[in-house]
């Protein structure tokens, strides 16, 4: 029995030996290496025909790099924005994807339609609808522009006392990150609608016909009976969003290029030290990136808690 055991066990490892060496080779291994990368500055700047044969030159700088990032005002500039637009599209695509789900249940088959026709944008590139809204924004012949020249939008605002709208938004550093936001949650908010249809349907037909016999208002529904019942869905939702903005980055430099640095995300404070060729930057940057991707672990695995051990 022991030796059948055994058998089994071994043959279990030797099954999963492929994917262990594949993610210590291409996870653990690149990780480890992007740590001590960290540690020195990298001279790569040689001749075009001898780049297959080099070796950087590197020096070692211990922890400069490193401090040298976290003190940047241009990285905490960056990090702010990335948290600024994880928080943003969080709550737009929660509040607005749920109330499109919600709507889609309600009034059946148009419902289901308009959430189709929602869901289209998730199928575009993030450079294809970075192309799309930059055109909007433009000042020159943007759809926006003119939508704010021809209802005489700037005019009201500056009436009633409210700051007017810039006529670029992408290029302006008051209005970058919003511009961001725009097109973010225009293209991501039908992708999040679809979850939360799905886990509106996982609902027992009985729920809802109690709550109507209740009398329970449209809102009351929501926040006393759904919600809670749709803990996992929405704990599922928001880990989502939450990686895609974090690592968002094609929609950035499409949208606002290599400036200006207001705009700036992680991703693409990153690929500013890549184009330069500051490896060991670059590194450190990717550092910090895997120290917030662990509190992100972290947080998914709060949420994704199962009702035994809460139990």
């Known amino acids: 029995m022991v030796k059948a055991e055994t058998k089994k066990t071994l043959i279990l490892y030797a099954l999963l030996a492929p994917t262990l060496v594949l993610y210590l080779l291409f996870f653990v291994y690149p990780v480890i290496n992007g740590l001590t990368m960290g540690l020195y500055t990298y001279d790569i700047r040689v001749p075009l025909h001898y780049f297959i044969f080099f070796t950087p030159h590197t020096t070692y700088v211990g922890l400069k790099n490193y401090i040298t990032i976290a003190l940047d005002p241009l990285f905490q ?4 924005n990335t948290l600024i637009i994880m928080g943003a599209c969080s709550a737009a695509q929660f509040l607005i994807g749920f109330g499109l789900a919600w709507l889609a249940r309600k009034y059946g088959r148009v419902g289901d339609i308009f959430l189709s026709v929602a869901l289209i944008p998730i199928v575009l590139s993030f450079v294809a609808v970075g192309l799309m809204w930059k055109w909007i924004y433009d000042p020159s012949f943007g759809l926006l522009d003119s939508m704010i020249s021809y209802l005489r939008i700037n005019g009201a605002l500056k009436f009633v006392g409210l700051p007017t709208i810039p006529s670029s938004l992408t290029s302006n550093p008051n209005t970058a990150v919003l511009s961001v936001l725009l097109a973010a949650n225009w293209q991501g908010i039908g992708l999040y609608a679809i979850i939360y249809s799905a886990g509106l349907r996982t609902i027992s037909p009985s729920i809802y016909d ?10 009351q529904k929501i926040t006393r009976v759904i919600w809670p019942m749709m803990k996992d869905t929405i704990a599922l939702a928001l880990v989502l969003v939450l990686a895609s903005s974090f690592k968002i980055f094609d929609l950035v430099f499409t949208l606002t290029g290599m400036g200006p640095n207001s705009s700036d995300v992680i991703s693409l404070y990153l690929y500013r030290f890549l184009k330069y060729s500051e490896g060991g930057s670059a590194a450190a940057v990717a550092f910090f990136m895997l120290i917030i991707g662990i509190v992100l672990i972290i947080v998914q695995f709060r949420l994704f808690r199962t009702r035994r051990s809460e139990k």
Do not use: F, H, N, P
């Open 77 to 80: 500039r960056a990090l702010e």
């Open 210 to 219: 109690s709550m109507k016999v209740d009398g329970l208002s449209d809102l």
